[in-house]
């Protein structure tokens, strides 16, 4: 299979982190994407994904994934023998499932306003608007706020154990640097946790 991406980016990072916890990026060939150039808006990768967004998987047969935790899903599904990373029971099912949207809309998506319309990389494809994204910048630091104090006397996120909540939300974090977010001083539970994230070897993936 074939996994389009760009490396660089939170959405495929997430990706890789995901498939590296569960030993199976050799299970794809990564095939880069660039952004900037426009190579996500021709028609060959559009025919891939309408969305027009990084990463796709494309399956042997030729079938088409995007969508970050769709391809994740994926990975969880077909390799049951692998680390589960995304809930056993129905009750870690479902608290992932929170969490995981908790992450994407409060935290992921404002991350990636900020940095859509305060930064101009898209410029030639939108148009930002700065108030916008600044506004989005606050509520990410609200949010880590929230998370820091979550996670008091807390290893992982939820369900006691490393999961896909923790790959989303670290992502997120290392992503907010660029845009000038970064932990507080005093936000010393959500430090220790990011490092610790942080030395895990899928980190570098």
């Known amino acids: 299979m074939k996994i389009f991406e760009t490396k660089t980016a939170p959405n495929p990072r997430r990706v890789r982190m ?12 990564f095939i880069e994407i660039d952004l900037q150039k426009g190579e996500n808006l021709t028609p060959e990768y559009t025919a891939r994904n309408p969305m027009k967004k990084v990463p796709v998987m494309e399956l ?12 994740c899903r994926y990975f969880e599904e077909s390799y049951p023998d692998t680390p589960s990373l995304l809930g056993d029971t129905p009750l870690e099912k479902a608290q992932l499932e929170q969490w995981l949207r ?12 900020c940095f859509q319309h305060t ?32 996670l008091e006397g807390k290893e992982y996120i ?11 939300a670290f992502t997120t974090v290392a992503f907010a640097r660029v845009v ?5 001083p005093e936000q010393t539970n959500l430090q220790a946790w990011y490092d610790r994230i942080k030395a895990r070897p899928s980190a570098q993936a």
């Open 119 to 150: 930064t101009g990389y898209f410029k030639d494809r939108m148009n930002p608007i700065k108030e916008w994204g600044e506004e989005c910048g606050k509520n990410v630091e609200k949010f880590m706020h929230f998370l820091d104090k979550q």
């Open 102 to 113: 908790w992450i994407e809309y409060y935290f992921f998506m404002p991350t990636g306003m």
């Open 180 to 184: 000038g977010i970064r932990i507080k």
């Open 158 to 168: 939820c369900c006691d154990r490393f999961t896909a909540a923790d790959i989303n």
């Open 60 to 71: 042997d047969d030729g079938t088409c994934i995007a969508e970050t935790m769709a391809i």
């Open 18 to 29: 995901f498939m590296a916890e569960k030993g199976l990026l050799d299970k794809a060939e």
